[in-house]
């Protein structure tokens, strides 16, 4: 079993930026692929971006890919969403997630392990 906690959410203004975390505990997190996702009011949940258990490879979806940047510090069980020239449609609630497998996937039928999610409220 993994916990995720997320943290970092918050009110910014259009083209600012904010860094969301995410601590793991549990079994262990270093083998683990880990990505970040997102619900918009009124809308499903998408993938945002994911990592693979070394940090080596990352993937974005297209409408952040240049913008966000993910990254893990697997000494501190921790996970990060870097998020810069944010927009008003980056307005959600962002969710950590853990997958039992190494490699990063979009697919968020993949991932086994889910945070409680930590709001972004981008303002134009």
């Known amino acids: 079993q993994v916990q995720l906690v997320e943290s970092g959410g918050g009110l910014v203004q259009a083209g600012g930026s904010l860094r969301l975390s995410c601590l793991a505990s549990?079994?262990?997190?270093?083998?683990?692929?880990m990505g970040w996702f997102r619900r918009a009011p009124g809308k499903e949940r998408e993938s945002v971006a994911a990592?693979?258990?070394?940090?080596?490879?990352?993937i974005y979806a297209d409408s952040v890919q240049g913008r966000f940047t993910i990254s893990r510090d697997n000494a501190k069980n921790t996970v990060y969403l870097q998020m810069n020239s944010l927009k008003p449609e980056d307005t959600a609630v962002y969710y950590c997630?853990?997958?039992?497998?190494?490699?990063?996937?979009?697919?968020?039928?993949?991932?086994?392990?889910w945070g409680q999610g930590t709001q972004v409220t981008v303002s134009s």
């Open positions: 997630a853990a997958r039992q497998y190494s490699y990063g996937t979009l697919n968020q039928h993949e991932f086994n392990y």
């Open positions: 549990g079994r262990t997190f270093s083998t683990n692929a």
């Open positions: 990592i693979s258990w070394s940090g080596g490879s990352t």
